[in-house]
């Protein structure tokens, strides 16, 4: 699947995920924009590795969840690439909370993160790709969003990201722009291994392990009826094919990432 020529966007790719499909995309010919809110030393490490694939890359440090920051994004970005053809929304946090205990700032914060960032970014880039007939955009959340755990917020927000994903789809669809969403579900990332092994007895408790070893991948590798994570590779497998001229006809849908535990 060549990417060649083209100039691929992904937010939140400092690592785990996002740096996964910067990475697949630099290695099918794309030029990447590499984007992270804290991560300079991480992110400078992967615009590299994209390197070493012949591509051009940039790196521009914003917070998506703010208008403010995407328009530091699209000012930095169109400022050293004239045309993007690709974006990938990448950027998302799934906390729990009881509805019952969820503040007004919480509650923003989640939606801010998951949502907004996905509308500010599609706006800022998808009329470029509207005057040239031709574009790709991947939104990367959650599967939350069935029931498979997470807090209201958490499942408003990835949600709502399925509706925005149809709507767009429906609409920029005449421009030959395909608009698709994937809803990973248990990848093995820093992340997930950082909520798993934990050294606190008592959130080990919290965690459903009452054992003294730390509550790990194992645990939830049970849940998934191919009995073990998923790979941030096969997300980005997944997302090149979607944004090759293979995926040419595919938009508007939802792709679950999770081993099988919403089939079973």
Known sequence: MSLSGKTAIITGSGRAIGAAIAIRMAQDGANVVLNSRSTPDEIDEIAQE?????????????????????????????????????LINNVGISPTCPFLEMTDEEWHKVMAVNIDSIYYCSKAFVPNMVQRQWGRVV??????????????????????????????????????????????????????????????????????????????????????????LGKPEEMSALVAFLCSEEGAYLTGQTYLVNGGMTAV
């Not at 328009?71 to 045309?83: C, N, Y």
């Open 50 to 86: 994209c390197r070493n694939y012949g591509v051009k890359t940039l790196t521009v440090l914003a917070d998506v969840s703010t208008k403010e920051g995407v328009d530091k994004l699209a000012a930095e970005t169109f400022k050293e690439f004239s045309e993007i053809d690709i």
């Open 139 to 228: 939104n990367i959340t959650g599967h939350a969003y069935l029931g498979v755990g997470g807090s209201v917020h958490t499942k408003s927000g990835k949600s709502a990201a399925v509706g925005f994903t149809r709507g767009l789809a429906g609409e920029v669809a005449p421009y030959q722009i395909t608009v698709n969403h994937i809803a990973p579900g248990l990848i093995d990332t820093p992340a997930r291994r950082n909520k798993y092994y934990r050294d606190d007895k008592s959130d080990i408790a919290k965690g459903g392990n009452t054992t003294d070893r730390p509550w790990g991948p194992e645990d939830s590798v049970n849940k998934v009826p191919l009995k073990r």
